[in-house]
């Protein structure tokens, strides 16, 4: 989500590299404005694509640079200070370290409850706390209506139209909020034998590998980094042109069954 000035160096031999990469030219967009066709697209996009994004959501730009400028403060604060908000179990601050698996990635990230009862206030700053909540109350509602028009247009049942977004509404849902930041990669020029090789072939660390996410639907918010990758239905890998005033959604494996 941001870009700090200096990098953090590693033992690189464990990060993945990026596959090479066509372009996509069109990125299913949809209008939430216009309900009608909105729905129509946003399952035509998901049996596609599995991936789209949506513009007039009606989440203000203004209260989202104000969130992104406070994620900045916190990954600008010192290594250890940081630290002092981790390792994630399941929540908190992590670095490198993707889950329990042992994966790996270029990346540090925030990995919080959407659950406002469990998102303690110890281990972001309250300021960053009470925007996170709001956030997520926006972000929600904003999912909970795509869900409705992708229930509505599957004709799942007459008086079912909730039947996806009651799973979100849920105080049990385990539903997540997660910002990543991915440092700068290091150059060449310290002679590092182990990622020259890879920087003199044109490749680029692995931020966050690839994978699939397992549940209902994924909702991504960028900057205007570039970075973001899809796989098509042909097994190639495009790159999703940033789009800081629009928010990206990502079906999981747990919908694509169903579409």
């Known amino acids: 989500m941001v870009v700090l000035s200096q990098p953090v160096l590693d033992n690189l031999a464990h990060f993945e590299t990026c596959k090479p990469t066509g372009e996509i030219n069109i990125i299913p967009a949809v209008d939430l404005s216009d309900y009608s066709n909105a729905k129509k697209l946003i399952l035509e996009a998901c049996k596609e694509f599995g991936f789209f994004k949506v513009t007039n959501h009606g989440v203000s730009m203004e209260f989202l640079d104000r969130l992104e400028s406070e994620v900045v403060e916190f990954f600008k604060l010192p290594q250890q200070e940081k630290e002092k908000s981790g390792p994630p179990s399941p929540f908190g601050y992590g670095n490198k370290k993707i889950g329990p698996n042992g994966d790996v990635g270029w990346v540090e990230y925030l990995l919080l409850s959407t659950d406002a009862k469990s998102i303690c206030p110890g281990i972001i700053s309250d300021t960053l706390w009470r925007l996170v909540n709001e956030y997520v ?63 003199m072939n044109g490749q680029d660390l692995i931020g966050f590998g690839e994978h699939t996410d397992p549940q209902i639907i994924s909702v991504v918010k960028s900057n205007n980094t570039s970075g973001l990758q899809i796989c098509l239905k042909d097994g190639t890998w495009v790159a999703v042109p940033p789009d800081p005033t629009s928010f990206f959604f990502i079906v999981g494996d747990s919908l694509q069954e169903g579409v």
Do not use: T, W
Not at 166 to 185: A, G, M, Q, T
């Open 137 to 199: 109350c926006a972000v929600r509602k904003m999912v909970c209506e795509v869900l409705e028009m992708i229930a509505e247009e599957l004709k799942i049942g007459p008086n079912n139209k909730d039947m996806l977004s009651k799973l979100i509404k849920n105080e049990k849902s385990d539903s997540c909020f997660r910002v990543n930041h991915y440092p700068p990669c290091p150059d060449n020029n310290n002679n590092n034998q182990i990622l020259q090789p890879l920087l």
